[in-house]
């Protein structure tokens, strides 16, 4: 508290200059945009006081230095991809022919449990539909995975969604839920491993545990992710020691409700289950939300495109300072402004096209400046396979049309990355 009595004038003193000067100076508002990523001057207010209040705060401890490097590539810029979901291995083709020409070096690509052990334990049959007859469940991802390879784009294979099976004994937590027997995932995680050795070098387990319905219609619960991951990690090392875990990625909120879980606190339970020495690489959500790229408040009440930063102070203390982290899903929604036709308009923000475009190149950049340990980000996301989910909010963060057509963050990050 001495600290905070003698900081407290020196703090309002310097908040009130600010605030004449913003007042008195137009400019000054759109250099503030830089600090705070608000563009109108009530938030920027706001987010002066917030910025002035952090000063009375410990700052985190980062340790920039400590992290290794040698874990992930310098200069590692990828996007989300849906490429199981397209039916015509040309449109899979297609898709990462405009990957690689945009000069992305990786894609984050879901292995959805459910589409590759379909009907049971050791079963990778596909037989939904007997009409063609049983095919193999893997053909779909050997060919993503040979179209990776073509083009040069490293895959980060994402791990979760268990089939129907997987759920008995307690089939009420839905299709997002954890399988009944952790041990079941952690072999098909191994299988995977198995199958894409030496072709694979990343995996990731699970996403978003920390938030409904991706743990399930249950509680979330720290404690059973770090067990899963735990053995998972332990099967994946088993098939391919060169291979590199990533936790799954934690979904910024500041909810506490059971349903939904703070990202911060359960990332600090995962560490107290022993969860550290599960994976080598840790994993947030980079999104802005509902501020620009520019936000530097650090707020544990407050979710901005920083919040992972409150994370990696975690990660500090909790010794694991040399692991790098990883932005799993970056970007800003750009959902057009029609409440009466779209679900959930304003849940992440609105912003237009043209600052979609924008913000993602300048917060790549920010991360090259200002964190360190963030050595990869990947685009949420690339392409739709259709538009069916037009009337949802989520669908808004796409680069590219159903029909391949570019939007503007498409040919911004074109121009960004060809430019480096």
Request: proline share 7%; charged share 25%; glycine share 6%.
């Amino acid at each position: 508290m001495p600290v905070l009595n003698f900081r407290l004038p020196l703090i309002v003193a310097l908040l009130s200059i600010a605030c004449v000067v913003w007042f008195v100076l137009p400019a000054t508002a759109q250099r503030l945009e830089a600090v705070t990523g608000e563009t109108g001057r009530l938030p920027q207010l706001r987010a002066l006081w917030n910025l002035a209040l952090q000063q009375a705060r410990p700052a985190p401890a980062l340790d920039p230095q400590a992290v290794d490097a040698t874990l992930l590539p310098e200069n590692f810029f990828g996007v989300n991809t849906f490429l199981e979901q397209e039916v015509e291995p040309a449109k899979r083709e297609r898709q990462l022919q405009m990957i690689r020409d945009a000069g992305f070096t990786f894609i984050r690509q879901q292995f959805p449990w459910a589409d590759i052990e379909i009907h049971g334990p050791g079963d990778f049959e596909d037989r939904r539909n007997m009409q063609q007859g049983a095919i193999d469940a893997w053909a779909k991802y050997d060919n993503i995975v040979g179209l990776s390879e073509r083009y040069g784009v490293a895959v980060l294979a994402r791990l979760d969604a268990p089939p129907q099976w997987a759920h008995e004994g307690y089939a009420d937590l839905g299709d997002f839920g954890p399988p009944a027997r952790f041990e079941r995932f952690a072999e098909y995680a191994g299988a995977v491993a198995a199958r894409y050795k030496g072709r694979i070098r990343y995996y990731q387990v699970w996403n978003e545990p920390n938030i409904f319905p991706e743990w399930g219609n249950q509680r979330v619960n720290p404690e059973d992710y770090a067990r899963l991951l735990c053995m998972a990690h332990d099967r994946i090392k088993a098939a391919d020691p060169a291979a590199i875990v990533v936790a799954a990625a934690l979904a910024p909120t500041v909810a506490q409700d059971g349903r939904d879980l703070s990202d911060l606190i359960f990332f600090q339970r995962m560490y107290a289950a022993g969860a550290g020495r599960c994976f080598d690489v840790a994993a947030a959500q980079g999104y802005g939300l509902f501020s620009g790229p520019g936000d530097t408040r650090l707020s544990p009440l407050e979710t901005n495109v920083a919040r992972h930063t409150l994370m990696r102070d975690i990660m500090v203390r909790s010794g694991d300072a040399r692991k790098p982290m990883w932005l799993s899903e970056v970007n800003w929604n750009a959902v057009p402004d029609q409440p009466d036709k779209i679900a959930g308009v304003g849940r992440y923000g609105m912003v237009s096209l043209e600052d979609q475009a924008r913000f993602v190149p300048q917060v790549i950049e920010r991360a090259r400046r200002d964190w360190p340990w963030v050595r990869a980000m990947s685009i949420w996301f690339f392409k739709p396979a259709s538009d069916a989910r037009a009337n949802d909010s989520m669908y808004y963060f796409r680069m590219v049309e159903p029909d391949f057509t570019p939007l503007p963050l498409y040919e911004s990050m074109k121009v960004f990355l060809r430019g480096r």
